[in-house]
Each structure stands twice: as structure tokens, then as C-alpha cells.
């Protein structure tokens, strides 16, 4: 199956936890999936979900820097080290404000313990965002 058949998973980085949004290939629709320990498990964890998914594309938070000179960024280290051991595609999107988006959203459903799920959400924002870009 080829990457453009494959499925999305969104990746809102962090220190600590991860949050993580799936998309499949049909429907473009992005959902908040889980939020993942960011330990010595989550290469393997996150490797887990690549394959049960079938995923071809993996869209991960970069923040956005206009004057950007020779900055590397952790989640820029995690693209490179998925795609040397995954089949996949690794591009970045822009993930400015998605947190408090993600909040905003969560609290308007009437969510509680927002900010312990937030990372999710927060992956699920930046994974549309990147597929409403590419679908226009």
C-alpha cells in the first residue's frame, strides 16, 4: 500500500507526554486519539500504533519562527529517528496557539480536567489543520 493510501497520526510533542490524532485516508477527519508518556517506551509505543494503523504520514507540531536560522527542535530530532525506522512520511506543521485552541474547544463541550487531555486534542488540531491545507 503506498504512503498516499496510508493513514495520518498528528503529534503534539512535548517533555513529557505526547498527544497523538489519527486521520484515515477516506475521510480526512482528524480525531484526538490518546496521549502518550513520553519514556523510554514511546518510540516503541508510537511504533506499535504505525503499524496497527497502517500509517503512512506522521504530521508533527513545530513551532512557527519567521526568522528561523539554524534552530533545531527536539520534535525535528523524533521526525528523523521515525523515519529511519518506519515507512513513513514525516512533515511538519505549524502548532502556534493549538494548545489553547485545544482548551478553548474542550471547554466549550464541556469537558473536565482539561489540561490532562489537552496534548490530544491539541494533535488533533495541528493533524486537520495540515489536511485541510492539503486538500485544497
Not at 92 to 112: N, P, V
Amino acid at each position: 500500500m503506498e504512503n498516499s493510501e496510508k493513514n495520518f497520526l498528528g503529534i503534539d510533542w512535548g517533555t513529557s507526554k505526547v498527544g497523538v490524532a489519527l486521520a484515515h485516508a477516506e475521510t480526512r477527519l482528524a480525531l484526538a486519539y490518546k496521549t502518550l508518556p513520553n519514556d523510554k517506551l514511546f518510540i516503541a509505543n508510537l511504533g506499535e500504533l504505525i503499524e496497527k494503523e497502517e500509517i503512512g504520514t506522521i504530521v508533527i507540531g513545530l513551532p512557527h519562527h519567521d526568522k528561523r536560522i539554524e534552530v533545531s527542535f527536539e520534535q525535528e530530532k523524533i521526525g528523523d529517528m521515525l523515519k529511519s525506522r518506519f515507512p513513513v512520511e514525516v512533515v511538519y506543521h505549524d502548532e502556534m496557539f493549538t494548545t489553547k485552541m485545544a482548551q478553548s474547544a474542550m471547554i466549550e463541550r464541556g469537558e473536565k480536567h482539561v489540561s490532562a487531555s489537552d496534548d490530544a486534542e491539541s494533535a488533533r488540531i495541528i493533524l486537520q489543520s495540515f489536511l485541510d491545507r492539503i486538500v485544497s
